[in-house]
Structures are given as structure tokens and as C-alpha cells.
């Protein structure tokens, strides 16, 4: 009895002096944890939050964009494709998209999942190795989800049901968006992983504009022209507003390209550079092409090689030079001029020229970007195999990616339209389509005014 009694004193003694330690060291440990959190670099965070609200300008300049486009009936009811996707995608985000984005791999890498970011829960202290706090990063990723599904809109516009998009563009987030960012741009995706240093695509090349050009022709071909499509005049109701929007797409694509730097450096200055270049030259040369085809230059021209402009140069902006930037502007206005006549001669109505623009330019850049890759990008990705790496071997990685891309969102995006269809409903009957989306859907009217076409 006795031992036990001395035993049990030594073991207190020990735990007294433990705990003592342990409190002792408590300030420490804690200091030594905060120490292995990244600090938020203030610089860089405030690059982060611009170019997060440039990239949300992006959708009203959009809006704008295809508003001033189609006829007056349907001004509203187009602009609200947009505004409604800032709405249902913003929240759909924050619930489960950003996990199914940038979570672990799961279904065997199909998609991502981490319940910390289920509602963005599990993030409220997290710093990212990039010096900035997860929440804006989660914010700046959200605005190409909310800006993708809206450009797809743009080619079936004027002949859809509002409750069809809203459903569309729900279903379409979860399984074609979410899986398609997971894959290009988490770090255990499968094509961020091809090759050497994974496909290029630096903001969106496949992720948004071949996503959304292929998504948006499906739709197109599924639903059938607008009635009256080719034989009926469809002038666009306000080129102003047009040429305005194409301005804050402009503007706000510095957002989305030097933001995907997600730095504040040389990185970032080389993108915004590039982003400038490639939108100027676009614009140049669509109205080199129309004085020389057309005899003269035209506003729904130069916006349109603006846009290719911008469109190319997103999947290339780290990775080329200016002069490079220059040849893709070009290369762009002159590919996507000579095929929106394809729409033409095929008789498809893509209202306006989603697929045309954003589809086409965009398999370009991600093709055509190998060569113009800068010189220091090869060598980091010869030093990652060991040995070489060639631009024909890198060709063949963003040939994958971007075959990949079209065949996935070709199947699901089609199954989606006739699921669509056949449930709520997608395509507007012939009565509410001849009165107008405004009037049909809204109950408004854009101008205040009634019995305009």
C-alpha cells in the first residue's frame, strides 16, 4: 500500500510539472503554428479583389453586349440571361461548386469534392501559398463560372423560356463547368497534369470559351433557328449599347486574364500586356478585313474582332510574348471573319455567333499558342521530365485537352438541352417568340414602348 501510495505521488509530481510545461510553452506553439500560415501579402490581395470586381463587370458589360444585339422585343429577356446567372451561379458557387472545382479528385477524378469548402465553410482562416486568403480566390473562380453559361446564352438568344435557361444553366454548372475546371485547373485534374507541365490554359481557353462555344452551338442546332431565320431581317436594336458593352468586356478582361496570374508581379504584368496587345490587334485587323471585303469598317465589326481579340489570347496569356500576342489578335479576326460565314452556308442559327466567336477563337488560341511559347517556359518544362520537351509535344497535349474538352461537352451539354426540353420546357412557343421575350416572359418592355420589333 504504501509504494502504491509513493508511486501515485511521483506520477502527480510528473503530471504537475507536464501541464506546467505545456503551459508554458502554449504562447510558443501557438506563435510557431501562426508562423506556418502564409502572411497575406496586402499588395497582391488588393490586385486579387480588383480583378475580381473586373471579371464581375464583365457579365452587365455582356448583358449590354448581346442586349444592343438582338431585336427590341427581346432586349430585357436577353440581358437577364446574364443578370440571372450572376444570381443562381453566384450562389450555387459558394454551396457546392467551388468544392466540385477545386476539391480532391473523387469518381475517379471526374470531378472534385472537399467538405471544408461545402459552403465555403472551411476556409474563413485558410491563406493560400499565393499569399492572398482563400475567400478571394474562391470569389475570383466564382466569376467565370457566373460569366461562362451567360455567354452561352448569346447563341440561342430571342427564342428560349426563361425557367428553361434558369434550369439549363443550373444543371449545366454542376456537370459540365464544375468537372471541366476540376480537370484543367486543380492541381490533381487530369489534363493539368499532361505532358510536362500540364495543357496551357492559363484563364479559360477550354475551362470557358470552348466550353461555352460548343455548349451554346448544341443548343442551337437542338433548339432550330428563330422563326423567321434567315429570310426575316433581325437588325440588332442599339449598336450604342452594343459598342458600350464591348468596352467593359474589354476593361474587365485585365481582370480575367492578369488575375489568373493570381500574383502581383511579373506574371501579372505580362498577361495584362499580352491581353492588350491581342484585343488591339483583333480589332485592327477585323477592320483591315471588312475595308478590303466590305469596302467599308463597321461597329458590330471592329467589337467583333475585339472580342476575338480578347477570346484568343485568354488560354496564352502567360505563357507569349507581345509580339505573339500580335499574330494571335490577327490570326483570330481573320479565322473567326471567314467562319461566321460557315453559319451561313450550314443554315444553323447561332443568334449571336457564340460559338462563332468564343468557340472558334478559342480552339485556336489553345492550338496556336505552342508557337509562340516563350523560351523560359520550355526550359521549365524540359527540367520537370528530365530531359527535353518540344513545342510538337506540347501541341499534341493541347490537342488532347481541347478534344477532350469539345467530346465531354458535346455529349453532356446535348443531353442536358433534350432533358431540359423535355421537363420545363426550352424552346418559347410560336406566339410568346413573335411577341417578344420582354413582353412574353417579363411582362416589361425595354424601351417603354409596345409593337416594336
Keep these: 500500500m504504501g509504494n502504491r501510495k509513493e508511486s501515485w505521488g511521483r506520477s502527480s509530481g510528473c503530471r504537475v510539472i507536464a501541464l506546467s510545461v505545456a503551459i508554458l510553452l502554449l504562447p510558443a506553439a501557438t506563435l510557431w503554428a501562426a508562423e506556418t500560415q502564409p502572411a497575406v501579402d496586402s499588395g497582391t490581395t488588393a490586385w486579387m479583389l480588383t480583378s475580381t470586381a473586373l471579371v464581375l463587370l464583365m457579365v452587365p458589360g455582356l448583358a449590354m453586349f448581346y442586349g444592343g444585339l438582338v431585336r427590341t422585343k427581346n432586349v430585357l ?34 470531378c472534385g469534392w472537399n467538405p471544408d469548402y461545402f459552403m465555403l465553410k472551411g476556409i474563413d482562416n485558410v491563406i493560400l501559398d499565393a499569399h492572398v486568403p482563400e475567400y478571394v480566390f474562391a470569389m475570383f473562380q466564382g466569376k467565370f463560372a457566373i ?21 439549363y444553366i443550373v444543371l449545366w454548372m454542376a456537370v459540365v463547368y464544375a468537372p471541366l ?32 462555344g460548343i455548349s451554346g452551338l448544341v443548343a442551337a442546332l437542338y433548339l432550330g433557328a428563330r422563326r423567321g431565320y434567315p429570310k426575316t431581317a433581325m437588325h440588332p436594336n442599339n449598336l450604342v449599347m452594343t459598342l458600350m458593352g464591348a468596352g467593359l468586356l474589354w476593361v474587365g478582361w485585365f481582370g480575367f486574364n492578369a488575375g489568373s496570374a493570381v500574383s502581383s508581379g511579373l506574371d501579372t504584368a505580362r498577361a495584362l500586356t499580352v491581353t492588350q496587345v491581342a484585343a488591339a490587334a483583333g480589332a485592327t485587323a477585323w477592320l ?12 458590330l465589326g471592329i467589337v467583333s474582332g475585339i472580342l476575338a481579340g480578347l477570346v484568343v489570347i485568354t488560354p496564352a496569356a502567360g505563357v507569349v510574348k507581345p509580339a505573339g500576342a500580335i499574330f494571335m489578335g490577327m490570326a483570330a479576326s481573320v ?33 496556336i499558342l505552342v508557337f509562340f511559347i516563350r523560351g523560359s517556359w520550355m526550359h521549365e518544362a524540359a527540367a520537370n521530365v528530365g530531359g527535353s520537351w518540344s513545342v510538337m509535344q506540347q501541341f499534341l497535349v493541347q490537342c488532347k485537352a481541347v478534344g477532350a474538352t469539345i467530346v465531354y461537352t458535346v455529349v ?18 410560336e406566339i410568346d417568340e413573335k411577341s417578344g421575350m420582354d413582353h412574353a416572359l417579363h411582362g416589361e418592355h425595354g424601351y417603354g414602348l409596345t409593337n416594336l420589333n
Design 288 to 299: 483591315i478585313i471588312e475595308a478590303i471585303h466590305l469596302g467599308k469598317a463597321t461597329t
Design 335 to 367: 479565322v473567326c471573319y471567314f467562319g461566321l460565314f460557315l453559319k451561313e452556308k450550314l443554315g444553323y442559327d447561332d443568334s449571336l455567333d457564340a460559338f462563332g466567336i468564343h468557340g472558334v477563337a478559342g480552339i485556336l488560341g489553345a492550338l
Design 147 to 167: 460569366i461562362t453559361p451567360a455567354l452561352i446564352a448569346g447563341a440561342f438568344a430571342e427564342r428560349v423560356s426563361f425557367r428553361g435557361y434558369c434550369l
Design 412 to 429: 453532356v451539354s446535348g443531353i442536358l438541352v433534350v432533358l431540359v426540353d423535355k421537363t420545363v420546357g426550352f424552346r418559347l412557343s
Design 77 to 110: 429577356g436577353t440581358m437577364m440571361h446574364s443578370f440571372a446567372a450572376m444570381g443562381i451561379i453566384g450562389v450555387l458557387w459558394v454551396v457546392f461548386g467551388y468544392s466540385m472545382a477545386f476539391g480532391k479528385n473523387v469518381l475517379g477524378g471526374w
Design 181 to 212: 475546371c476540376h480537370w484543367v485547373w486543380a492541381e490533381d485534374g487530369w489534363i493539368f497534369n499532361l505532358g510536362a507541365s500540364g495543357a496551357i490554359d492559363f484563364a479559360g481557353g477550354t475551362v470557358v470559351h470552348i466550353s461555352a
